[in-house]
């Protein structure tokens, strides 16, 4: 197993549920958050507290620089039925990604002493998948 620099990251995004995910232009950040439930169900007698695993809740964001040619992000949050999401680790690993449908959410910030950027924060809005 080969480890990457986080410089080749990916994010595909459609601006629609139902449209194609194409590469998005200056972001460079992303985090991908899959925490699951836990939902205690401890009896008399356990030892100690017992837990049983509840559904998982896909949430994250992404990060970047403004760019006058790609309002995906805002096109993305404007979106009736959300966007379509594959979030690569590398792209030279095309093979490892998470994918799912996703409500999202966007921001800009324009300073005068820095750069524009934006960001988002998603969650999932249906069924997400991880390959391998």
């Known amino acids: 197993m080969a480890r990457y620099s986080g410089g080749k990251g990916l994010v595909l995004l459609s601006t629609t549920g139902t449209g194609t995910a194409i590469a998005a232009v200056s972001l460079s950040q992303w985090s991908l958050d899959r925490k699951t439930d836990k939902v205690e169900v401890t009896a008399f007698g356990d030892l100690n507290k017992v837990y049983v695993q509840g559904l998982p809740d896909i949430q994250g964001s992404l990060a970047g620089w403004f760019d006058s040619a790609d309002d995906a992000l805002f096109d993305g949050a404007d979106s009736a039925d959300g966007v379509k999401l ?9 093979s490892i990604y ?5 409500w999202l959410d966007a921001s800009i ?3 005068v002493k820095g750069a524009c950027a934006v960001s988002g924060s ?3 809005a249906g069924s997400w998948g991880r390959k391998p």
């Open 109 to 111: 910030d324009v300073d």
């Open 122 to 124: 998603f969650v999932a």
């Open 98 to 102: 998470h994918y799912g449908p996703a």
């Open 86 to 94: 594959y979030l690569y680790p590398s792209s030279l690993a095309t």
